[in-house]
């Protein structure tokens, strides 16, 4: 089975502009999370969706957003960007419905915000 | 809170030696507590979880709830472990609901 794809790999954005990062699971697999990784903070879990209901998270403020497809196919936004939100963001799919199960992450989307 | 700390940000051994990463925890109910690994150029993927009482690639991990810790070991450590460790909690035993809270890795260098 091919892995999880995260598409772009590498993104430059301005400070204010949004952006818009995508995440394709492994085939059967219906829950979808996303994790901020930086320096500072370490991976930091921003929400998770499961059949196209987001069903918890993180402690983000309101610019990030999320959304799963009926394909699972899931995209994350960030509106008004800061630059703060450079980092290393990386997807995870599980084909169970808890996070006691085994998550399978994708090589991640590296944004720069200048 | 839930917390997951390693201590440790870098770790070298010499090959053969016995390797412990250190995890401690915090968390109210019964964790679900796993070790991922990222090798050099790799993704993030999951080295073993406490439920399956396990030994990967020769480590393996005791839960002590005494001292709240996850200790990953092995007793002979081998050039191809060199990696980044991190020790993660899940939060929600089972249920529906629920993250993973991951500590800040260890960077664990094998010597020749």
């Known amino acids: 089975k091919a892995g999880v794809t995260q598409t772009p790999r590498y993104l430059i954005k301005t400070r204010g502009q949004q952006v818009t990062l995508s995440c394709s699971p492994i085939?059967?697999?219906?829950?979808v999370s996303w994790y901020q990784q930086t320096p500072g903070q370490g991976l930091q879990f921003l929400f998770e969706?499961?059949?196209?209901?987001?069903?918890n998270k993180g402690n983000f403020p309101g610019r990030f957003s999320g959304r799963q497809f009926s394909n699972s196919r899931s995209e994350m936004n960030v509106s008004t960007l800061e630059l703060g939100d450079s980092a290393l963001y990386l997807c995870a799919s599980s084909f169970r419905d808890s996070f006691f199960y085994e998550q399978y992450f994708g090589p991640g989307t590296r944004l720069t915000v200048t | 809170a839930q917390r997951v700390t390693q201590p440790e940000k870098l770790l070298s051994v010499f090959k053969g030696a016995p390797v412990e990463l250190k995890c401690n925890y915090s968390?109210?109910?019964?964790?679900?507590l796993f070790w991922y690994v990222q090798y050099s150029r790799q993704r993030l993927q999951l080295l073993l979880r406490h439920i399956s009482r396990e030994s990967i690639k020769g480590f393996t991990a005791d839960l002590n709830k005494g001292e709240t810790s996850f200790h990953l070991k092995k007793p002979f450590a081998q050039e191809e472990d060199s990696a980044m460790y991190y020790c993660?909690?899940?939060?929600?035993?089972?249920?529906?609901?629920?993250?993973?809270?991951f500590g800040r890795g260890t960077q664990l260098t094998v010597w020749p």
């Open positions: 968390y109210s109910g019964s964790p679900e």
């Open positions: 969706y499961f059949s196209e209901t987001q069903r």
């Open positions: 993660a909690l899940s939060s929600d035993r089972g249920s529906t609901l629920g993250r993973l809270y």
């Open positions: 085939s059967g697999h219906r829950s």
